[in-house]
C-alpha cells in the first residue's frame, strides 16, 4: 500500500467513522505525507489506489488498481473499483456496481445496482446507470440526464444523451446515438450510425446505405446521415436533397426505395 490511515476521523451519514488517508511515499499523488480523503478501513483501499480531497470510500466496497477517486466522490455499498478508472465530482457508485478499465466518471453521475462499467467508458452530468445486470462498455459515452437500466447494454461508440432512458433488454451499440427524449425499451437494438429520439419498444428500420446511413428517429421522422426531416418531406425533396449531396442517381433512387419502405412501415404501425 502507498498510504496510512491517520487519527483524523470524521462522521458521515448513518454514523459511520471514516479516516484520513496519508501518503507513505513519494508517487503521482503527491509526495510522502500528503494527505487524502477519507475511508472507513484499510480494507476499501489497496494497490496504488488513491482516496484524495473530500472523497469517501466505505462500508465494504473496495477501490484498487491504480484507481483514483477524488473530489466529493463517494464509493459505498460492495461496490468496486479498480484499473484506472477515475470518480471525481459528486459521482455517487454503490451497491454493488463493478466500475474497470479506463473508465471516467464525473459531475453528478450516479451508478448503482448490478451495473458494470467497463473499458473506456465515460458517464457524466446527471446520468444514472443502474439495474440488475446493466452493462456499458468500450467506449460508450452517457450523459446530460440519460439514464441506463434493466439488463440494458450500451457499446462500441455509442453515445446516450439528453433526457434518453434506454431499459429492458435493449442494446446500443455501433456509433448509434440516443438523445433528447428517447425511450428505448424491450429487445431494441440501435446501432450502426443510427441517431434516435423517440420511443421504441421494437427496433426500428435501420439500413447502412451505399452513402449515408438511413434510420427511422422517431415516429414519422427519417435521418439519413445528419439530415432529419418527416417522412412526408423526405419523399416531396428526396431527388433535391439528395442531388445537393452530390448522390449519383441510382443512389437517389436506391434511398428513395427506403423511404417508401419507411412510409409503408408507417402506415402499418
Request: glycine share 4%; aromatic share 10%.
Given at each position: 500500500m502507498?498510504?496510512?490511515l491517520t487519527?483524523?476521523?470524521k462522521e458521515i451519514l448513518g454514523g459511520t467513522i471514516v479516516y484520513q488517508v496519508e501518503l507513505t511515499e513519494d508517487c503521482i499523488y503527491g509526495e510522502i505525507g500528503t494527505l487524502g480523503g477519507y475511508i472507513q478501513s484499510e480494507e476499501n483501499l489497496s494497490g496504488n489506489a488513491w482516496v484524495s480531497e473530500d472523497a469517501v470510500v466505505y462500508g465494504d466496497a473496495v477501490v484498487y488498481g491504480d484507481a483514483q477517486i477524488c473530489d466529493n466522490a463517494v464509493v459505498r455499498g460492495n461496490a468496486e473499483v479498480r484499473g484506472d478508472t477515475l470518480l471525481c465530482h459528486n459521482v455517487v457508485v454503490q451497491g454493488n456496481a463493478r466500475i474497470s478499465g479506463n473508465t471516467r466518471i464525473y459531475d453528478n453521475a450516479k451508478v448503482y445496482g448490478n451495473a458494470v462499467v467497463f473499458n473506456n467508458v465515460v458517464i457524466y452530468g446527471n446520468a444514472r446507470v443502474f439495474g440488475d445486470?446493466?452493462?456499458?462498455?468500450?467506449?460508450a459515452v452517457i450523459y446530460g440526464d440519460a439514464t441506463i437500466f434493466g439488463n440494458a447494454q450500451v457499446s462500441g461508440?455509442?453515445?446516450v444523451s439528453g433526457n434518453a432512458e434506454v431499459y429492458g433488454d435493449a442494446n446500443i451499440y455501433g456509433?448509434?446515438?440516443v438523445k433528447g427524449d428517447a425511450k428505448i425499451s424491450g429487445d431494441v437494438r440501435i446501432h450502426g450510425d443510427?441517431?434516435?429520439?423517440?420511443?421504441?419498444e421494437t427496433?426500428?428500420?435501420?439500413i447502412q446505405g451505399s452513402r449515408h446511413f438511413f434510420n427511422i428517429s422517431k415516429q414519422n421522422e427519417i435521418t439519413i446521415g445528419c439530415h432529419v426531416f418527416s417522412i412526408d418531406h423526405w419523399l416531396e425533396n428526396y431527388e433535391n436533397l439528395g442531388k445537393l449531396a452530390g448522390y449519383t442517381e441510382s443512389q437517389v433512387r436506391e434511398y428513395k426505395s427506403y423511404i417508401d419502405l419507411a412510409k409503408l412501415l408507417s402506415n402499418i404501425n
Open positions: 502507498i498510504y496510512k487519527d483524523n476521523a445486470s446493466v452493462t456499458c462498455f468500450d467506449d461508440n455509442a453515445k456509433s448509434a446515438r443510427s441517431i434516435v429520439s423517440g420511443t421504441f427496433t426500428p428500420l435501420q
